[in-house]
């Protein structure tokens, strides 16, 4: 069945650091590929996204992810993080049925200290 | 820019209530979904659109239906609130064309069900 992993329930990082978020997908095939981020209280809305092509997309707000076919993987990163960055973040992937459908994962917390 | 609306932000209601909960979208997509989100689950997908007039299940029907008599319009009921129905609602729409997959996301509904 297909599935998406986001190994990281929670984590924390310091205003200027780097950041990796990672992300795991289960798929005959390879899928289109997202990453949102949800600030609290509201909607998701969407960093970046990988159909096809370049395996290193790059998204708004400094966002980056690198899709490893051999790895099943769409990490995301971003070299330098902002307070404003503190979110919650989910990793999803693009079925090619007829209807479209995506599947989430569960979501990783990221808290930013000052 | 792509806007979804929903009916609520927050919505509080009694045990066997009947709910409706609305969602409007302006970009004339085909697809509109309404999913649930609850923490640690990330989003299960309630049911989809792809049509108006049409409906499909999705991975957590039960409880809940669904109508779309306008594209624009994709409203989700609960027949008979029960508490475990408690939760943030997230309504989306999205194209079936070049960019199949990609969701926008209206702000959420937080229900409680006393």
């Known amino acids: 069945a297909q599935s998406v992993t986001q190994p990281d329930i929670h984590i924390t990082v310091s205003e200027g650091a780097s950041l990796e978020l990672r992300c795991n997908y289960s798929y005959g095939a390879t899928p289109y590929l997202f990453w949102y981020v949800q600030s609290p209280g509201q909607g998701l809305q969407l960093l970046l996204k990988y159909f096809s092509g370049d395996t290193l997309v790059q998204g708004i707000k400094g966002f980056e992810a690198e899709f490893k076919r051999s790895q099943s993987s769409f990490n995301l990163r971003k070299p330098s993080v902002h307070w404003s960055d503190a979110a919650e973040y989910f990793c999803?992937?693009?079925?090619?049925?007829?209807?479209?459908?995506?599947?989430f994962g569960p979501g990783t917390s990221l808290s930013v200290i000052p | 820019d792509v806007k979804v609306t929903q009916s609520s932000r927050y919505l509080v209601k009694r045990t066997g209530e009947k709910v409706f909960l609305e969602c409007v979208q302006d970009?004339?997509?085909?697809?509109m979904f309404w999913y649930r989100q609850d923490p640690g689950l990330g989003l299960r997908l309630i049911y989809f659109?792809?049509?108006?007039?049409?409906?499909e299940k999705g991975d957590i029907p039960e409880g809940y239906s669904v109508s779309r008599e306008k594209k624009e319009r994709f409203s989700l009921i609960l027949e008979s609130a029960s508490t475990n129905q408690t939760s943030m609602y997230l309504c989306?729409?999205?194209?079936?064309?070049?960019?199949?997959?990609?969701?926008?996301f209206g702000p959420g509904t937080r229900l409680t069900v006393l």
């Open positions: 659109s792809y049509d108006v007039k049409m409906k």
């Open positions: 989306a729409s999205g194209t079936s064309g070049s960019q199949r997959n990609e969701q926008f």
């Open positions: 999803a992937v693009g079925l090619k049925t007829s209807y479209d459908k995506v599947i």
């Open positions: 970009m004339d997509h085909e697809n």
